[in-house]
């Protein structure tokens, strides 16, 4: 009887090792295959971008990951949009366009000042798989809607982008700025913040605008992209980095990572900034930082203030995390692209 418990427990402690092993191969393999298809669309974008060809998707998030990776700086403006006057096919083969600054409208709508709506956001406004006429932004039929969503977009982007678009005169009657508990304030905000690219945000006085500089911005990301993509393309080796990614700390980094996840200990407590404590499971997934806290409040003084030049109804719409999804298991969630 021992010897059949000792065998058996063997073989599990054997399947579950070559598990472990083999969902980190896959891991690995699959960040490989990545790599090498990032490679092979920066290149044809470089080779074919006169002819209309299908531009990678940057926003702030990807654009940030690329300078740092090349040492290639942005210019006048950091990068809060696709690829100005550039169109990109996404999952379902279908051409997506972006307008002269690279957001989701048509170029036309830049031609009137006075507008109804700004939206602001990130994948969730975005959506580039949505094709444009299916986009709800383009479906408002109200009296003008500029969409200055991007994926990965956080709450500092959108405020740069929203005091961008006041200081150069547009005005509008409703802002919607799109939150994301996924991951905007805990991961996206936090990490535009620390890249030090938007020092003026705060500031209250008028600074330069990317809405009254389209032509020197276009020209700046297009000068970036060129520039960035070829020292990329010419300085990575997927094998090199292939064979680097099997390493025993990233194994164990693997491990942790998994054992995480099975961790339901949900009486762990976190303080507050005023000081108390409360079970993190009573509260937003990702959200309980004193440095995010403090750093909403300043997003949210400066909004204020820009408002008041702007006089418009601002309205937060709040997109819960997967994890806040899970409390009501009876929910329909319409689709997992967007959290």
Known sequence: MIY????????????????????????????????????ENKSSYLEKKDNSASAPLLCFQGAYKLKKSTNISFSMFPITSAIPNSRHKNKNDKFINFDRFGFRNSNEVWNKLENEFLILGDSVVF??????????????????????????????VSLY?????????????????????????????????????????????????????????????????????????????????????????????????????????NNILTQLADGSKVKIKNMPHNHYTNDAYFLLLKVLEMITFLNSKNSAEITFIIVPSREDYSLYPGLYILSSNYI
């Not at 418990?5 to 990545?34: E, G, H, M, T």
């Not at 969409?147 to 977009?153: D, E, P, S, Y």
């Not at 960035?228 to 025993?248: A, D, G, H, V, W």
């Open 127 to 156: 959506d580039a798989n949505m094709e444009n006429n299916e986009l709800f932004t383009n479906n408002l039929n109200e009296n003008g809607v500029i969409n200055l969503g991007c994926a990965g977009n956080g709450l500092l």
């Open 161 to 265: 982008l929203f005091k961008s678009i006041i200081d150069a005169g547009y005005s509008f009657d409703k802002v919607l700025f799109f939150l994301n508990l996924e991951n905007d304030l805990s991961k996206d905000t936090m990490r535009e913040y620390e890249s030090n690219q938007f020092k003026g945000v705060f500031s209250k006085s008028n600074g330069n605008s990317l809405f009254k500089e389209q032509k020197i911005y276009s020209n700046d990301y297009n000068d970036f992209v060129d520039k960035s993509f070829k020292e990329f393309i010419e300085n990575t080796n997927p094998y090199r980095q292939l064979l680097e990614s099997f390493k025993i700390e990233n194994f164990t980094n693997h491990i942790l990572s998994i054992k995480e996840k099975f961790n339901f200990n």
């Open 4 to 39: 059949k418990i000792l065998k058996f427990k063997i073989i599990l402690l054997a399947v579950i090792c070559f598990s472990l092993l083999l969902s980190f191969s896959y891991k690995q393999l699959l960040s490989f295959y990545k790599l090498n298809k990032e490679i």
